[in-house]
């Protein structure tokens, strides 16, 4: 009877888990952002970074971050990644470096990333093909 009851509750959170993901794949897919203002932490390595670079990094990782769904991430771990992207920001492919994700949390990293173009327009001078970017949850995971 404890293994029915166990079965039922993963089955009930499995349903659960699918349901939200297909409410937010049924949601349009957003606009990339502009450049966050000067006065918010404008830059990488959490704003003290404030050149172009740094704020193109922030900005793929905010996208990134926008777009995943972390329901189906292991708490306190990280998930770094490498993407290969094209000019417009378009994801052409995703490796896995180091990420202790099971298939399910793997292929939310890759919908978060494939979802809406990377910013792109105004990192033009600074577009790198290849970016790595790491996943956490919770966010203070790697910090």
Do not use: H
């Amino acid at each position: 009877r404890a293994e029915r009851e166990a079965a039922e509750r993963r089955t009930r959170l499995e349903e659960q888990r699918l349901r939200q993901l297909a409410d937010r794949e049924a949601q349009p897919a957003p606009q990339p952002r502009p450049t966050p203002a000067p006065a918010q932490a404008s830059g990488g390595n959490n704003g003290t970074d404030t050149d172009l670079r740094a704020r193109y990094a922030l900005a793929m990782l905010q996208t990134a971050q926008d777009n995943w769904n972390r329901v189906l991430a292991p708490e306190r771990t990280r998930c770094q990644v490498r993407f290969t992207q094209i000019p417009g920001g378009e994801v052409i492919d995703v490796a896995f470096l180091a990420c202790p994700f099971d298939a399910q949390g793997r292929e939310s990293v890759e919908r978060a990333l494939r979802r809406s173009p990377m910013p792109y327009e105004e990192f033009k001078s600074v577009f790198e093909r290849q970016v790595t970017l790491t996943f956490c949850y919770p966010e203070e995971a790697c910090r």
